[in-house]
């Protein structure tokens, strides 16, 4: 049996494609059941000591915002999100960040004419995670100068979500995408300019997922999702921007307007999941990142050009799925038990499931019709 052929034929078989989900599926649910720890008193994540120094960095820092010395803040969240990394969050987003950046170099066949150049991908990953030192600085920024803080009323909560999480995540992700523009717009490939922006918005949600992680947050509810979230977000608006350098005159209006529509949706979306009043509405949620994952896929199709690669695209995209699900499914049993992992990861898996099911419909190698 040639391994080449098998491939190209079995990767794109609903059958095999299906044995192998499942088959990822049941291994991380035996790992988890391996790992998961004795007993879960509650669901509050605690991960370690604070290390040396990390409580006389922040009382700096909070004496840098109090006396409005900027500069000086600006300086210290290096060293802030330095001390903020833990290493199993941080190799569960390497993990999963791996398998997303696999999916996204494929998707730009790279090989091709105007496909995607994987280490100016790589390179925007990177971007990404720095993307988080504005995104920081903007959090404290506007805390103090906006008096932009979360509160039990839906006014001031959606006012933080959409003016504070939506438009300073996206507006940093987009800042970081910047250096990369040049390039693209030298190449004049749409393709590339989404992907190497999916890529920026993929190396931000690694890290925010660390941050968040490290803080001892309840995030697992958002974990499955984020990734794909900034990297569609991001995707898409920096694709909007890149046509709007190519052709100002037409597309600079809609670009503004894609912007501004992201964050919008971005803190909606955020919103409908945090905000106590609105938790009735959390399926707008689920609706708001099914959207957002079909408008990208539905971009990414544009450009794909037959045949595919020797193991396909689908092939390539379920496969992260899993991963991300029974790797986090493994690294939350290990600290609350299987039980509780489990609860926390089947509501993020629907709407997983649901993104699966637009990238079958939308992509080429479809094995869905309707």
């Not at 569960?92 to 950046?101: H, I, M, N, S, Y």
């Not at 920026?200 to 890290?207: D, I, K, N, S, T």
């Not at 050009?305 to 991300?324: D, K, M, N, Q």
């Amino acid at each position: 049996m040639q391994l080449q052929p098998y491939l190209r034929s079995h990767t794109r078989q609903p059958q095999f494609l299906g044995r192998m989900v499942l088959a990822i599926l049941v291994v991380g649910l035996v790992l988890a059941y391996l790992v998961q720890a004795p007993a879960a008193v509650d669901n509050v994540i605690v991960l370690r000591e604070s290390p040396e120094g990390y409580e006389q960095h922040h009382d700096q820092m909070r004496q840098f915002i109090a006396e409005r010395e900027w500069w000086q803040l600006w300086w210290a969240i290096p060293r802030s999100m330095w001390l903020d990394i833990v290493p199993g969050p941080a190799l569960l987003a390497a993990l999963t960040g791996a398998c997303w950046f696999a999916f996204a170099v494929q998707a730009g066949q790279p090989y091709r004419t105007g496909g995607i150049r994987w280490p100016l991908a790589a390179v925007a990953v990177v971007l990404g995670v720095l993307s988080i030192w504005p995104t920081l600085f903007a959090i404290y920024w506007q805390e103090y100068e906006w008096n932009l803080v979360l509160g039990n009323d839906v006014r001031q909560g959606l006012k933080f979500f959409i003016l504070g999480v939506g438009l300073r995540e996206e507006l940093s992700k987009l800042l970081l995408f910047l250096p990369l523009v040049p390039w693209i717009i030298r190449r004049g490939s749409e393709r590339e300019a989404l992907l190497v922006a999916a890529c920026v918005g993929l190396g931000f949600a690694m890290e925010e997922n660390i941050g968040k992680f490290s803080q001892g947050q309840d995030t697992s509810a958002r974990f499955l999702t984020a990734n794909f979230f900034h990297m569609a977000a991001t995707g898409l608006c920096g694709l909007a921007l890149c046509r709007a350098i190519w052709n100002p005159r037409q597309r600079l209006g809609e670009a503004i307007a894609i912007v501004l529509l992201v964050i919008f949706v971005h803190g909606m979306y955020d919103a409908l999941l945090v905000l106590p009043d609105l938790r009735l509405y959390s399926m707008g949620a689920f609706i708001l990142f099914v959207l957002l994952s079909y408008q990208f896929f539905h971009e990414l199709r544009t450009w794909w050009e037959a045949p595919g690669e020797t193991i396909s695209l689908t092939a390539t995209f379920l496969a992260s799925v899993a991963i991300v699900i029974a790797a986090t499914l493994v690294y939350l049993s290990s600290l609350v038990g299987l039980q509780l992992a489990a609860k926390s990861v089947i509501a993020p898996a629907v709407s997983l499931g649901a993104m699966v099911y637009m990238f079958l419909r939308e992509m080429p190698e479809s094995i869905i019709d309707v």
